[in-house]
C-alpha cells in the first residue's frame, strides 16, 4: 500500500477545527443545555448559595467553553504529533458527547433496563460517529446546529429568572417608621420542625426532654394551631417576613420582596442578621451579617462540584442513581451525603482531601457552629438591636444528641427517591427517632440562648419570637416535603412562641395562626402601622379573625399550587400524628428512655447477655462498620460512636421473616433492630442502631450483635458465626466461635 492509499481514510476527515466546532456543538446539547434548562427552571439555586453575579458569569464561560476547551486540548496537542491520533480522539469525545445525549433521550423509556439502556446509549454514539466520519451530510447537519452554541447561553443569561439575578438589582428603601421605645429583638427560625415533635400525650410542651421550650412557653405566648404557608424554605421564608401569602414564585432576596420585617425596622434598628437559604434583609442594612462563602475560588469549587453530581443524576440511568450522593436533601453540599465508610470510600475520602488539601478552599459553617455564633453576637447594646438567625436545624442530616455529642461523622440519610421515603416503616421510624434526638439538641440550643439573653439583661425587655419554616412528615412511601393530602399536616403545623416585651406570664392559644401572621403581630407590639398592606393579621388583635380554613402553597416560575384544609381537620390530623409518634416513642413522662427503647423487643433493652441461652448459627453472618471505631473511645470528645450499622446476611426468599437484631454493649443489650434492606434485595440486610452514649465505657468496647428468636415468652440468641464473604460466595462456612468485633 502507497503513502497515498495510508492517508486516504484521514483525507476526509474535514479539519481540526470543525470537528471541534462539532464537539462544541454535541456538548452544548449533552450536557449545557439540561444544566441550564435546569437551573433556569429553579433559578433560586443560586441565590440560596449566596452566588454573586461573577459567579454565575463564570459557571456559563466555564460550562459553555471552558471545560470542553480542556477536553480538545490534547488533540490540538497531538495533532502537531500526529493527525490520525488527534482524530481518533475528537471522534472519541464525539462518541461520548453523543451517547450521553442519547441516555438521556432514552430515559424517556419506561421500564428500560440500566443495561440495556447503557448499551443502547453506546451503539447510538458509535453509529453517530461512524455516520459522522463517513457522510459529508452528517457533518453538513451538526454544522446547521451551530447557532445553538451561542442561543443556548444567551437565553439562560438573559430570557430566563436567572437574569434577574444578572441585571436586575434593584435599591430597596427603608420604611420611614418611628417606634418609640423599641425594645430588643431577637427571632430565630428553626427549619424541617413540625410541632408534633415536642408535645406530650396532654398536647402540651413535653417538659422532659425539652424543658427549655417548656420555659419559654411559661413565659410567652405558645401558638398550638401555627401553620406555614408551604413546604419550600425558599417561599415560606419571605412569607414570615413579609406578612404576605405567596402569589407567583420569586426569588428570596429584598428586591423581589422590598416591604419586609427588615426594611420595616431599618431606620431603628441595627442588625445581626444570620439568613441561611434567603436573601430578603437588604445588604446596605446587613450587610456582612449575611451567611456566605466569602471567596471565590471556594464558592465555585462548591458550585461546580454540586452540578458535577447534579448531571450525573441526569445522566444515570434510575438503577444506579442509588449510588450518587442524593439532591433531594438540600440545595447544597451534596457530597456531604455518605453511605457507610467501607475501604474503598475511605480510600477516595482520602484522595478528594490530597486533590483539595493544597487550595485552602473556605467552606461553610457548620449550623451547631452557626447557632453558637449568633448566641455570642448577642449584646446589650446602647442602639436598639435586632437579632435574626434562620437556621438548618433540625434539618437533616441527624447527627446530634441532646447533650451536644454527635454520632456520626457520616450523613447517612434516609434513603429517598424525588424526596419519596421508601415503605419501609422500621426505616422511617428510625429516622424519626434521629429527628426528635436532634430535636433534643434544639432544646439544648435554645437554653444556651436563653441563658445568654438573661446575662446580658436582655430577656425580660425583649421581644423574642421562635418558630420555624415548615414541617417534615416521616411517612411511610410518602414524601419528606413535597405536599400531599396524606402528609399535609406534618409539614403544616410548626412551633410559635411570641414574648412580648416584658411578659411574665404565658399562656396557650388555640388561634389558628398563620405565619404570615408574624410580622403584622410584631408591628402590633410595637405599636406601629406597617406601610404596605399584608394578608396576615396581628395575633394580639382582639378582632383577629378565625380561619375556618388553612392555606398552604407550593409554587414556581409557572404556577402556583394551593391546598386548603379545614383548620378543625388538621387539628385532628395532627393529633392523629402525635398519636402515632407516641406508640413509637412515648412521651419523657411515659417512658423516659423512649428514644432508645424501639424496636420489636423493646423489654430486652438494659438485660445482660449473660441471662440468655446464646446459640452459635454458622447459617449466617453479621458486619460492623468501621468496627476500630469501638477501640478508643474518649467519653470526654465532642464524638460518640452511638449510631452502629452494618450488614446481616442469611440465606432467604421473598418470604423469610425480617430477623430481629440485637445490638449488645459490653455485655448489655442497648438496641434491638432489624435490616431496612430486604434480606432477598441486592444490598441485603443493611441494618442501623442508635444507642445512648451512657452504654460507652471510656477506652475499649466490645460491640455484638445477635438473632433474636422468642418462642412465647422465651427469648433466646443466635450468635452469626458464619463469614459473610463464605456465605455471600457459598463457599464453605469458617466457625469463628464468639466473634469480637471491636
Known amino acids: 500500500m502507497n503513502q497515498h492509499q495510508a492517508s486516504a481514510p484521514i483525507s476526509r476527515y474535514p479539519g481540526l477545527a470543525l470537528c471541534s466546532l ?9 450536557v449545557t443545555q439540561p444544566l441550564f434548562d435546569l437551573l433556569a427552571r ?27 476547551a480542556l477536553l480538545l486540548l490534547p488533540a490540538w496537542v497531538i495533532n502537531w504529533i500526529h493527525r490520525g491520533i488527534s482524530l481518533g480522539l475528537l471522534l472519541c469525545l464525539l462518541a461520548l458527547g453523543s451517547a450521553a445525549l442519547a441516555v438521556q433521550a432514552l430515559q424517556a423509556a419506561p421500564q428500560m433496563p440500566s443495561s440495556v439502556l447503557v448499551s443502547s446509549a453506546a451503539l447510538i454514539g458509535l453509529l453517530t460517529v461512524s455516520a459522522y466520519y463517513r457522510f459529508p451530510v452528517v457533518r453538513t447537519f451538526f454544522t446547521l446546529l451551530s447557532p445553538g452554541l451561542v442561543l443556548v447561553p444567551a437565553l439562560f443569561l438573559f430570557f430566563s429568572p436567572v ?5 436586575s438589582q434593584k435599591e430597596v428603601a427603608v420604611a420611614q417608621v418611628e417606634i418609640d421605645n423599641p425594645p430588643p429583638i431577637v427571632m430565630v427560625v428553626f427549619d424541617e420542625f413540625p410541632l408534633t415533635s415536642l408535645l406530650d400525650e396532654h398536647y402540651q410542651i413535653d417538659s422532659v426532654r425539652y424543658p427549655y421550650f417548656a420555659a419559654l412557653a411559661e413565659q410567652s405566648t405558645w401558638f398550638r394551631n401555627a401553620t406555614t404557608v408551604s413546604g419550600d424554605t425558599v417561599v415560606a421564608v419571605p412569607s414570615l417576613l413579609t406578612g404576605q401569602y405567596p402569589d407567583r414564585f420569586r426569588m428570596p432576596r429584598a428586591s423581589d420582596y422590598p416591604f419586609n420585617f427588615f426594611t420595616l425596622l431599618g431606620r431603628t434598628y441595627t442588625f445581626e442578621v444570620n ?27 462548591s458550585l461546580l462540584t454540586d452540578l458535577s453530581i447534579v448531571y450525573l443524576h441526569l445522566l444515570a440511568p434510575h438503577a444506579w442513581k442509588t449510588h450518587l450522593p442524593s439532591i433531594t436533601h438540600d440545595w ?4 456531604t451525603v455518605d453511605k457507610p465508610m467501607t475501604e474503598d470510600t475511605r480510600n477516595r475520602t482520602r484522595l478528594h482531601k490530597w486533590l483539595w488539601k493544597d487550595l485552602h478552599l473556605e467552606r461553610p459553617i457548620e449550623r451547631p457552629q452557626q447557632f453558637l455564633q449568633f448566641i455570642d453576637s448577642i449584646r446589650s447594646t446602647d442602639q436598639p438591636t435586632l437579632f435574626f438567625l434562620h437556621v438548618l436545624l433540625p434539618h437533616i442530616p441527624y447527627r446530634m444528641l441532646p447533650s451536644e455529642k454527635h454520632y456520626t461523622v457520616k450523613s447517612v440519610l434516609p434513603r429517598l427517591d424525588k424526596g419519596k421515603r421508601t415503605d419501609d416503616t422500621w426505616e422511617a421510624i428510625q429516622n424519626q427517632q434521629r429527628f426528635l434526638l436532634q430535636a433534643g439538641f434544639m432544646d439544648t440550643l435554645l437554653g444556651k440562648l436563653l441563658r445568654k439573653l438573661k446575662a446580658a439583661g436582655l430577656y425580660d425587655p425583649a421581644l423574642i419570637v421562635v418558630t420555624a419554616d415548615h414541617g417534615v412528615s416521616f411517612r411511610p412511601g410518602d414524601y419528606r416535603r413535597i405536599l400531599t393530602p396524606t402528609n399535609a399536616q406534618d409539614i403544616m403545623a410548626i412551633p410559635l412562641f411570641i414574648k412580648a416585651p416584658f411578659q411574665q406570664v404565658g399562656k396557650a392559644s388555640d388561634q389558628t395562626v398563620e405565619i404570615i401572621d408574624i410580622l403584622p403581630s410584631i408591628a402590633d407590639l410595637l405599636d406601629i402601622d406597617p406601610p404596605a398592606a399584608t394578608d396576615g393579621h396581628s395575633v394580639f388583635n382582639p378582632a383577629f379573625p378565625d380561619r375556618a380554613r388553612k392555606t398552604i402553597f407550593s409554587t414556581s416560575f409557572t404556577e402556583k399550587k394551593q391546598m386548603e384544609i379545614a383548620s378543625a381537620t388538621l387539628r385532628q390530623e395532627v393529633q392523629k400524628t402525635l398519636e402515632r409518634q407516641l406508640e413509637y416513642f412515648g ?4 417512658r423516659p428512655n423512649g428514644l432508645f427503647t424501639i424496636g420489636r423487643y423493646p423489654d430486652l433493652i438494659g438485660k445482660p447477655i449473660k441471662t440468655f441461652v446464646v446459640e452459635q448459627d454458622r447459617h449466617s453472618a453479621v458486619s460492623i462498620d468501621q468496627p476500630e471505631g469501638f477501640t478508643h473511645v474518649d467519653l470526654h470528645a465532642a464524638f460518640i460512636p452511638a449510631y452502629i450499622t452494618g450488614q446481616f446476611y442469611a440465606d432467604a426468599t421473598e418470604n423469610t421473616p425480617t430477623p430481629i437484631l440485637a445490638v449488645a454493649i459490653n455485655g448489655t443489650i442497648q438496641a434491638v433492630t432489624q435490616p431496612w434492606v430486604s434480606l432477598a434485595e441486592k444490598d441485603r440486610g443493611r441494618w442501623s442502631a442508635l444507642v445512648p452514649e451512657e452504654a460507652f465505657q471510656h477506652g475499649r468496647n466490645n460491640v455484638e450483635v445477635f438473632e433474636v428468636q422468642r418462642n412465647g415468652q422465651d427469648y433466646r440468641l443466635r450468635r452469626p458465626a458464619g463469614s459473610m464473604q463464605a456465605l455471600s460466595s ?7 466461635g464468639t466473634e469480637d468485633f471491636s
Open 22 to 30: 462539532h464537539f462544541l456543538i454535541v456538548w452544548n446539547f449533552a
Open 42 to 68: 429553579h433559578a433560586e439555586f443560586f441565590v440560596i448559595r449566596q452566588s454573586a453575579p461573577l459567579d454565575i458569569i463564570l459557571f456559563v464561560l466555564l460550562l459553555f467553553l471552558g471545560f470542553p
Open 163 to 167: 437574569s434577574a439575578l444578572l441585571f
Open 275 to 301: 439568613e441561611t437559604r434567603t436573601q430578603i434583609c437588604p445588604e446596605s442594612l446587613c450587610g456582612s451579617g449575611i451567611v456566605r462563602q466569602t471567596t471565590l475560588p471556594g464558592r465555585m469549587q
Open 332 to 335: 447544597m453540599n451534596f457530597t
Open 587 to 590: 412521651s419523657g413522662h411515659s
Open 730 to 736: 457459598g463457599t464453605a462456612l469458617r466457625e469463628h
